[in-house]
């Protein structure tokens, strides 16, 4: 049982990677699925056909999610999603709890959502993950904006996306330095309305030194 009491209006980093390291990725339906399970789980809104979204998203790069359902999880959302970076074997997210245990519920939703998927798909059993997740509270906002930097830095970890970060799909990155891809389902404005414009935070992001504040690796 998780002992990490989360509180309503406070902001939370969230990561978790596959256990013994392994890739939790395998294709791109497996990305995709995972982004669709992060954006839309913030509410109790269910799905019945998740596949139908990710092969419409995998064929023309959009979730063909109704504005009345998008509208329905952005009413009752019990969390909501500052930013995000899905890595082959981990992710990264800093989430506001909205409702009392948000995240708790939502986190629960996306880890078992996507290891049954993950496992009936490569016929295994088992754990996907390394544990439930971990949590850390944002305790100010320098952890905050820091955070958000680090979070963004990470696809540096890949080769081929180092000093190429912006332009790293699975992360939030994009959506913080040119549009919004997602809307109202990812609120980044705690961030961005803390700089005179979107170049002012690529520049932050490139120079912040976030594993000296946040102690992380």
């Given at each position: 049982m998780r002992k990490f009491k989360t509180i309503p209006g406070e902001y939370y980093h969230i990561y978790n990677r596959g256990n013994n390291k392994q890739n939790i990725f395998e294709n791109k339906r497996d990305w995709v699925r995972f982004l669709f399970l992060i954006l839309h789980f913030q509410?109790?809104?269910?799905?019945?056909?998740?596949n139908y979204n990710i092969s419409n998203f995998t064929e023309h790069s959009m979730f063909n999610i109704s504005k009345k359902t998008l509208k329905k999880i952005t009413e009752n959302r019990t969390v909501e999603l500052v930013n995000f970076t899905n890595m082959p074997n981990h992710f990264h997210m800093t989430v506001k709890e909205v409702e009392e245990n948000g995240i708790s519920s939502y986190m629960q939703r996306i880890q078992n959502s996507y290891t049954k998927y993950f496992n009936i798909k490569n016929k295994k059993s088992g754990h996907l993950f390394q544990g439930p997740y971990n949590i850390v509270h944002v305790k100010n906002n320098e952890q905050l904006l820091h955070l958000s930097a680090y979070i963004h830095r990470n696809p540096r970890e890949i080769k081929q996306w180092k000093n190429k970060e912006e332009k790293y799909f699975w992360s939030s990155y994009q959506d913080y330095i040119n549009k919004n891809r997602w809307g109202e389902l990812l609120k980044p404005r705690i961030i961005l309305d803390q700089f005179s414009d979107k170049r002012e935070f690529k520049n932050f992001v490139d120079t912040?030194?976030?594993?000296i504040l946040l102690g992380e690796n």
């Open positions: 509410s109790p809104v269910i799905f019945e056909n998740i912040s030194g976030t594993k």
